[in-house]
């Protein structure tokens, strides 16, 4: 995507690269496919805003988070296929660590201990790959592996990575902000192999004008994609927050240059750290079931045939006549952390209609999302204003109405959907100072949509305290 001065988009180029899914668990990415679909995209997206690479001020790049592989410098070809986030590989040799690791990882990661992150994917390369036990062995996020081929590759490419990702690899102490030789030693890796780790907004390094831009651009900025998303809704400042609806929930909170140990579930991770600027934290929560919700509606029960039915069948009566849905289909995540619960629909009476329960899914995205709230809240002390949203969901106009209404907040959407691309292009931008300062981004932010609650304070009561006895009832249902 490509953005002018204004944060308007004047060109863009997608596509998509496969999802290779050896064996059950297992899921892998060809590092090489998408070094070769960037490219592409990169040649289609100047194509189309009919611009020179030469006419670009700077380059931002933002990554699914978590995603690892392994590269040899010499050759500039991956080791093997790299594993990507939802990969659940190596759940054994996590749960093999000692209560004091654990103790000590979590400490001083912020982190939980999951598979998720990236440092038992590089054990684990480290462990069945022998060629990435070479001296010319290289690990690191997408992020490090575009920024490297980009800047040249085997021609001398930059090998670096930001705070962003390195917060999600479980061997960077968050207070350091370095890797720490205690992680490093519990995951078997070698300091000699990971990226440098800079800020977010920084000049890296020049494109190299053999690639697909023609010519010598600084790559300026690096985030992960959550944490580009609270850049691109300009939540630069202590107690903002945003929520990404997708098929989960992604929700950040920024606790300024604070660390927050979160005792209510959550993750601590760096939000974003500006050039020379203090590093800026915030508290993570994720909600496993929202938009996927409302495609069980359609796929396994049919009473939608498309997902932007919800909101007119929903609108079709005034409340859910007191029915509840909680989506635990494998459980509950944040803050509950209950592997033990499964989905139940509560309050059902004979006046029950499909239309009800299509209301109750929306509620259930909505309070899930205040559970994970208020968990921010209650760890962090900071109080919520109002909340910034993106992502699909937010079209639906009832659901954000019921948002607003079950947090008693303001809940408002950017002009601009594509805020993920676009915290990537804000954080190059300041480091070119093709914008002046953050204040200047700030102004740029745009509101296309504001709900405003219309509820009682007692109604919200109410209604919690029924969405909390529905959570009750999902619980002890498996061993």
């Not at 594993?83 to 000590?104: A, G, H, M, P, Y």
């Not at 000699?192 to 697909?212: F, M, N, Q, R, V």
Request: with cysteine; hydrophobic share 40%; net charge negative.
């Amino acid at each position: 995507m490509i953005f002018d001065h204004a944060g308007q988009v004047v060109g863009q180029h997608q596509l998509e690269h496969r999802q290779i899914l050896p064996q059950a668990g297992w899921v892998e990415h060809d590092a090489n496919e998408i070094w070769e679909r960037a490219q592409e995209v990169i040649t289609g997206a100047l194509k189309q805003a009919n611009i020179l690479g030469s006419e670009l001020a700077a380059i931002g790049i933002t990554n699914q988070r978590e995603t690892t592989l392994v590269w040899d410098v010499e050759t500039g070809r991956p080791l093997s296929n790299a594993i990507v986030w939802q990969d659940t590989r190596t759940s054994e040799f996590l749960n093999s660590l000692t209560d004091q690791q654990q103790q000590v990882i979590r400490y001083k990661t912020g982190l939980t201990i999951a598979p998720y992150f990236s440092g038992s994917k590089m054990h684990w390369l480290l462990e069945n790959i022998p060629a990435a036990r070479l001296a010319s062995a290289r690990f690191g996020t997408i992020d490090a592996w575009l920024l490297w081929n980009l800047s040249g590759g085997v021609r001398g490419g930059a090998y670096a990575t930001d705070v962003t990702n390195a917060s999600r690899t479980l061997l960077m102490n968050l207070e350091t902000l370095d890797w720490d030789d205690e992680l490093l030693t519990i995951f078997g890796v070698p300091r000699s192999a990971l990226p440098e780790i800079k800020s977010s907004s920084e000049k890296y390094a020049l494109t190299d004008p053999h690639g697909p831009f023609g010519t010598a651009i600084p790559i300026a900025g690096i985030l992960g994609d959550q944490q580009a998303a609270m850049v691109g809704q300009v939540c630069f400042e202590r107690g903002e927050s945003k929520t990404t609806y997708g098929t989960g929930n992604f929700a950040l909170l920024n606790t300024g240059t604070e660390i927050v140990r979160s005792k209510n579930g959550l993750l601590t991770t760096v939000c974003f750290k500006f050039g020379d600027q203090p590093a800026r934290y915030a508290l993570e929560g994720s909600v496993a079931v929202t938009g996927s919700a409302i495609q069980w509606l359609r796929d396994q029960l049919g009473i939608i045939s498309h997902a932007a039915e919800t909101e007119n069948l929903a609108s079709s009566v005034s409340d859910t006549a007191g029915v509840y849905f909680v989506p635990a289909f494998s459980g509950l995540f944040a803050p509950y952390w209950r592997s033990d619960a499964r989905g139940v629909i509560v309050g059902l009476t004979r006046a029950a209609t499909k239309a009800h329960l299509a209301r109750a899914a929306l509620e259930a995205i909505c309070y899930q999302t205040r559970d994970v709230m208020d968990a921010m809240v209650a760890d962090s002390g900071v109080p919520m204003k109002e909340m910034r949203v993106d992502g699909g969901i937010t079209a639906n106009s009832l659901c954000m109405q019921m948002q607003a209404d079950i947090m008693g907040i303001d809940i408002t959407r950017p002009l601009i959907a594509e805020t993920t691309a676009l915290g990537a292009a804000y954080a190059a931008g300041l480091a070119v100072e093709f914008w002046s300062s953050p204040e200047e981004v700030q102004k740029q932010w745009k509101q296309s949509r504001r709900w405003t609650p219309t509820s009682t304070a007692q109604e919200r009561a109410a209604g919690y305290a029924g969405w909390k006895k529905a959570v009750e009832r999902t619980l002890n249902w498996t061993d």
